[in-house]
């Protein structure tokens, strides 16, 4: 069920979903260097890293201040994940919603999207 809440909101759970992923990411990636011996290489990946957690820090900054709490990606089948919206309501209470994602666009978008930040 898509969930009742502003665009901006959910806009905001995404990204902060995206940056979540591309923290994972980029940790491996370091680790792979580090393992390597790149050295140069993990401080660039390093460097990069503190930008995606800048932006994550704002989004949970946002997040918090409107009341709405993201759920970890969760398998759904095969082809498909999702992630729950829970966003606090002005009477009290909640409202409830899920983003179902398509397991080949996340791929897509979060290989666009560290391609952009390593350039």
């Known amino acids: 069920m898509k ?5 901006a909101y959910e806009d905001a759970a995404y990204e902060f979903t995206y940056t979540k992923l591309m923290v994972d990411v980029l940790n491996k990636k370091i680790n792979r260097a ?3 011996g ?12 503190k930008i995606v957690l800048n932006e994550q820090m704002e989004l949970r900054r946002y997040l ?3 009341g709405i709490k993201v759920t970890e990606l969760e398998e759904i089948d095969e082809h498909m994940v ?7 309501g002005e009477n009290g209470g909640y409202k409830e919603g899920h983003q179902l994602i398509w397991k080949a666009w996340l791929k897509m978008r979060l290989r666009n999207l560290l391609n952009d930040l390593l350039r």
């Open 38 to 49: 790149k050295n140069d290489y993990k401080k660039y990946l390093e460097g990069k890293l």
């Open 64 to 66: 918090k201040k409107h």
């Open 34 to 36: 580090e393992s390597e």
């Open 3 to 7: 969930a009742n809440v502003p665009g």
């Open 82 to 88: 999702q992630y729950k919206i829970f966003v606090k």
